[in-house]
């Protein structure tokens, strides 16, 4: 692949810690140029998120930043908006989340920017939406997490509520909007026109909410925790071993009857509380503690290699640490050089004809990009 998907599109970003930046930084390692505009008292609140890295910035900028260039505009003030415009000119999309209401104070909402740029795709990104009562609410990861049940089912079954360790919401709605934005591309590319494009933390969040809403909706499920374990299926879990745990997915009853055979258990196919799907759930009580007692008697390393000869998937439940040496996950390559410095951030996860898509360039500096 010679030319990146994205080369010679423009996208100019209003980009603030996560989300935005995010999707700012899948179009930049997709080819895009991504001009990043930020204020002029310190630019995006995350080059401060934390310890000092490179350059005085934290990781964090460095991650969610690379590949783009840095503009700064006073948007408070009418030559700002006015350089705004004249950059937006040339632009395909413009992507912002900045907090509810403040595009339309600063004269540059959906409706004002859109008519004066027919051809622009505006990427709004809110916290609750664009409609209902709680348009104007601002709202960040943690928070949309536990207001659209994502921690009431995270956890294990007698804890508290658990946030997700993930920026799950952010980095989800930066991948949506990246979605939205493609899609009104391929539109635009039929009718010449751009147009808006909606997303929001509170539709991610309740998209991964999914399943367990369309459950108790439709079926009056009400879910409850499972740790690592899961809802239809047993034994489906994590179960500690000598020396570390190990994850088992028994999806079916045949991969059950090769796990029995393995566990020297056979009698526990013709069990009627064990022998299918369905009775294991109602009697998990009884047959979990067994398994997690003989799954103790051997290491993790063991386990791994007589589950994988059976045919029982399984993985080890691994650090960061543990990943960052694994084979598979050096094999992918993806962790990624970035040009010009002594560090390596993962890429995206995906790949053209083989390739993993390359970082062009670092995060830029405060104001390095300069208006013609």
Request: glycine share 12%; net charge negative; with cysteine.
């Amino acid at each position: 692949m010679t030319a990146k998907p994205l080369s010679g599109i423009k996208v100019v970003e209003l980009g603030q810690v996560l989300a935005g930046p995010f999707a700012g930084a899948i179009f930049a390692d997709l080819g895009a140029t991504v001009i990043k505009v930020e204020k002029p008292d310190g630019g995006d609140d995350a080059r401060q998120m934390g310890p000092a890295f490179r350059d005085g910035d934290a990781l964090i900028f460095k991650d969610f930043n690379r590949g783009k260039r840095s503009l700064v505009l006073d948007l408070k003030a009418p030559q700002g908006v006015a350089a705004l415009h004249a950059e937006l000119s040339d632009a395909d999309i413009l992507v912002h989340n900045l907090r509810p209401g403040a595009a339309d104070q600063l004269g540059i909402g959906a409706a004002a920017v859109t008519a004066r740029h027919p051809r622009l795709i505006y990427c709004e990104m809110g916290a609750f939406g664009h409609a209902g009562p709680l348009r104007e609410r601002p709202g960040y990861e943690p928070l949309l997490q536990a207001y659209c049940g994502l921690s009431s089912i995270t956890g294990d079954p007698d804890g508290p509520p658990v946030r997700m360790g993930a920026s799950v919401v952010d980095q989800g709605t930066g991948m949506w909007t990246v979605i939205g934005a493609l899609a009104a591309l391929a539109e635009r590319a039929r009718t010449g026109r751009g147009g808006v494009v909606n997303t929001s933390l509170f539709e991610t969040a309740t998209m991964w909410a999914g399943q367990k809403l369309s459950g108790w909706i439709n079926k009056g499920e009400v879910p409850v925790r499972h740790a690592s374990g899961h809802p239809s299926f047993v034994p489906y879990q994590g179960f500690d071993t000598a020396d570390g745990p190990v994850l088992i997915c028994c999806g079916n009853d045949r991969l059950f009857r090769k796990f029995c055979a393995l566990l020297g258990c056979p009698d526990w196919t013709t069990d009627e509380r064990f022998a299918t799907n369905r009775a294991r759930l109602r009697h998990q009580a009884e047959l979990l503690p067994q398994i997690q007692r003989l799954l103790r008697e051997k290491t993790r390393a063991e386990w791994l290699a007589a589950l994988e000869a059976a045919g029982v998937p399984c993985a080890p439940i691994n650090t960061v640490q543990e990943l960052a040496q694994d084979a598979q996950f050096q094999a992918l390559g993806q962790m990624r050089p970035v040009p010009g410095e002594d560090y390596a951030l993962v890429g995206l996860p995906i790949s053209f004809d083989g390739a993993r898509p390359a970082i062009d360039r670092p995060a830029p500096s405060l104001g390095e990009y300069h208006q013609d």
